[in-house]
């Protein structure tokens, strides 16, 4: 299968590289096992030589004007700072127009844009940086933007969110080709923290409270709670963590996040649920809810339902559903 990568001056050299990775490794653990290695990565751009990354690095292309399209063949659009650019969106618009019905086109982070000048995101679901997904949606009001995912698969377009949420998409990808475990030998290797699916949020409740805390001690204690998830995680024991009288640890946590303990903890719990319904089906909401913290099924439900308006099984369907379109 011949991967074709969209490289522009002004492109986000982490968008081309880490997707890249991820196809390459797929190659190397295939040989090791006797394979052919299935994947070849080609880097193009509007004309043959060296373009500049964000970064200040050159890579070095091929033009895509001298290239065939394969019978099995997929199109990667990555972000950056160029996608601005009034010529390049001109090309790399031109490129995508003429590709063949069956060839799959994929963007990360703000590459969707170019999808979007290209006319491919009209009536589909797209997802693009969360900064962004606004802007997506104004510019291309024909799109049906979904902000809160990592990536999303409709027909033979696929968008991701930012940056890193391209090795999500293709770790997906490699899932597709060849199944779960290759793709998580694939995770493994590269050291990726969590194969997240494509319903998974793509900026946490975490992250958000955590987001304009320059007080190192509540990243800390954030992640001791998701460490110890599983605990019955009250006030009081936060506080002890922190050295602090409950009153004192309550005040300074509202103040510093603008939520309170409970809710933060509730949070928490949620999104490790969400990720774990949908990266680990074989595992049931009974189970889940445990090692989450909910103490029981029941609860955990009555929380999703308040937090989504679908219980925990509606959720893993629906999202599990969507990730197959």
Not at 50 to 58: K, L, M
Not at 257 to 276: F, H, S, W, Y
């Amino acid at each position: 299968m011949s991967l074709l990568f969209v490289a522009y001056d002004n492109v986000t050299f982490l968008d081309v590289a880490g997707p890249m990775q991820v196809f390459q490794a797929a190659n190397v653990l295939r040989r090791k096992s006797g394979k052919s290695a299935p994947y070849v990565i080609k880097l193009v751009s509007d004309g043959n030589g060296r373009i500049t990354s964000d970064v200040g690095v050159a890579l070095e292309t091929q033009s895509w004007h001298e290239l065939s399209m394969g019978n099995r063949s997929m199109v990667f659009v990555p972000g950056g700072p160029g996608v601005w650019d009034t010529q390049t969106q001109a090309s790399v618009t031109a490129y995508l127009r003429s590709q063949p019905d069956e060839v799959e086109i994929a963007s990360i982070c703000i590459g969707a844009f170019l999808l979007g000048h290209a006319g491919l995101l009209s009536g589909r679901q797209a997802v693009t940086h969360w900064k962004y997904c606004k802007r997506l949606q104004s510019d291309f009001p024909e799109s049906q933007v979904r902000a809160d995912s990592i990536f999303i698969r409709d027909g033979r377009i696929w968008t991701s969110a930012g940056v890193t949420a391209g090795i999500d998409l293709a770790l997906a990808i490699v899932e597709r080709d060849f199944g779960h475990s290759l793709a998580a030998d694939v995770a493994r290797g590269l050291v990726v923290f969590l194969k997240r699916t494509g319903g998974q949020s793509q900026y946490s409740k975490v992250l958000e409270v955590q987001a304009g805390i320059p007080d190192g001690r509540l990243s800390d204690l954030h992640a001791w709670i998701t460490d110890n998830m599983h605990k019955s995680l009250s006030v009081e024991m936060l506080a002890e963590r922190l050295g602090m009288s409950t009153r004192s640890f309550a005040r300074f946590y509202v103040e510093a996040t603008g939520t309170t303990p409970r809710k933060a903890i509730e949070n928490l719990r949620v999104d490790t649920a969400q990720r774990m319904l949908l990266d680990y089906p074989q595992l049931s909401i009974k189970r889940i809810a445990e090692k989450c913290g909910f103490k029981d099924e029941e609860r955990m439900r009555r929380t999703f339902v308040r937090h989504f308006g679908a219980t925990p099984s509606e959720f893993r369907e629906n999202f599990s559903s969507i990730q197959k379109n």
